[in-house]
C-alpha cells in the first residue's frame, strides 16, 4: 500500500463531519490493508490515521521539519518502507545522531510529494488532527473486519493498542480477538475521568456516595509484577521501567506474586509538598541517564486502583472490591488519600485541604463502577480549578484536516510592562468551535502582518482571547521561561484592548503559587 492511498483517505476523512462517512471511508481504507495480507500492514495505518507513530517517539520535532528539501513530483513511498524508516530514524544516537537523523529526514521527506510531505509533518509534529478518534477507529475497524464493535473494544481495552486489535481482527476474525485478556506484562489502556465543575456536581451526578481521592500532579503511571519482575508503563503505554527504579523497589516490597495496579508518581518536597511538575516529567524523557537515575530526584508512588492480583482478574468487579482488595495488600502511606461520603460539606473541605497541600484537586468515584480501561468512564470524574487569563494573539497557524482553510492554532502572548513587547506563553487550538474557527480565520487575515501563505501567519498584536489553563510550568522552549499547561480557548474579548490583558507579571504570580 502507498503512503498516498493512507494521505488521501486522511485528508477525506478530516474534510467530512460526518461520523458514518468517516468510519465508512476508514474502513475501506483498513479492508485494501487487511487484503493484503499484513498485519503489520494494517497496524501502522491504523496508529497513524490515529494520530500516532508505532514507535511512539524517534526523536524529530517540529524544529527538525522547518526546512524540507523540494517534494517530489510522484508518489512512490508505500507505508511499511516510512515505518521503517521511523525506526531507523528513532534509533540513531551518539556522537553526530543530530546530524545523521537531519539526514535520513531530508531523504525521507525528499521522496514525498507534497500532499505527503504535509501529512508526514503533522504526523511527527503530534498535530495530524483529522477526527479519526478512538471511537471512530474502533468502529471502522469493526465494519471492515465484519466484526461486532463491542468485541473491538473490548479487546482494545484489554490488550491497549487498537492497532494490534486491529490488525488481529482484519487478519483473523472475530476468533482472535478473544485472545486478548489482561496479562501481566502487557499494558491495558487506562480508565479516565470526565470532567465534574464541582464536589456538589459530582456527587449528583454519581447519585449518592463517592470516594474522593487526591488527584496528584504527577505522572500516571501503570505497574505490572509477575515474581520478581517489574514492568512500568505511562499512560500512553510506553516502557519507563527502567528511568524509575524506586517504583520497582516499592513494588517488589509488596506481598504479593503478580499484580496490576494503577498508580501516580510524583517528586515530593521534604515537607511532603509536590515539586513543580517538570520535576516529575524529567525522570520521564528519553534522554534519562538510566544509571544516574538512582541518584536523581527520587519519586514517590501512590496507589489508586488495582486491575490484577495474583491470578485473579478485579477489572470487572465495583470500586468497592477494588479498594478493598488494594488496601490489603498496600501500605497506607503509599495510598492517595482517600473520602467516602455522600456530603457535599465535606467533599469540599477534602478538597480545600488537598488543594492547600499543592495537589491538582480530587476525583471523585462511583463505589459501584468497574474498571473501565480506555474509555472516559461517566463513574470517574475529575474537579479541580481551572485558571482563566487574558492573553494576546501573536500568531496563528493554519489548520489540517477539517480544518484545511482556516487559520487555527494560536499563538499566545502576555505584555511585559517593562519593555512593552510581548512574550509568547504557548499555543493552543483546543476549545475551538467551527463558528469561532470561521470568525478568528477572517479576523487575523485582516490582522496580518506580513505573508498569509506560510503555515505559520504572524499578527499584529490587537487581539485579545481568554483561556483557562491548568496553570503555568517551567519552560525552556519560550523567552519568558514559562508556558501554559493544558491551555483551550474560552473566547475572543472584544471588549478589552491588549493593554487590559494580563501582563507577564500576572502569569508569573500564578507560576509562583505553585511553589
Known sequence: MLLRDVVTASAEVGASSARLKKIARIADLLRRAGDEGDAGLVAVVVSWLS???PQRQIGVGWAALRSLPPAAAEASLTVLDVDARFSEIGTVAGKGSQARRAELVAGLFGQATGAEQTFLRRLL???LRQGALVGVMADAVAKAADVPVAAVRRAAMLGGDLPAVAAAALTAGEVALQEFRPKVGQPVGPMLAQ????VADALERIGGTAVFEAKLDGARVQIHRAGDDVRIYTRSLDDVTA???EVVDATLALSVTDLIADAEAIALRPDGRPHRFQVTASRFGRSVDIAAARTAQPLSVFVFDLLHLDGTDLLDLPTSERIAALDAIVPKAQRVDRLITDDAEQAQNFLDVTLAAGHEGVMAKSLSTPYEAGRRGAGWLKVKPVHTLDLVVLGVEWGSGRRTGKLSNI??????TQTGEFVMLGKTFKGMTDAMLAWQTARFLELADGPTDGYVVKVRPEQVVEIALDGVQTSSRYPGGMALR???????????NPAEADTIDTVRAL???AD
Request: aromatic share 10%; charged share 35%.
Open 51 to 53: 494520530g500516532e507513530l
Open 125 to 127: 509534529g503530534g498535530e
Open 195 to 198: 470532567t465534574a465543575t464541582g
Open 243 to 245: 528511568r524509575l527504579p
Open 411 to 416: 499563538h499566545l502572548g502576555a505584555r511585559d
Open 486 to 496: 493544558f491551555a483551550r480557548v474560552l473566547r475572543y474579548r472584544d471588549d478589552k
Open 511 to 513: 507560576y509562583q503559587r
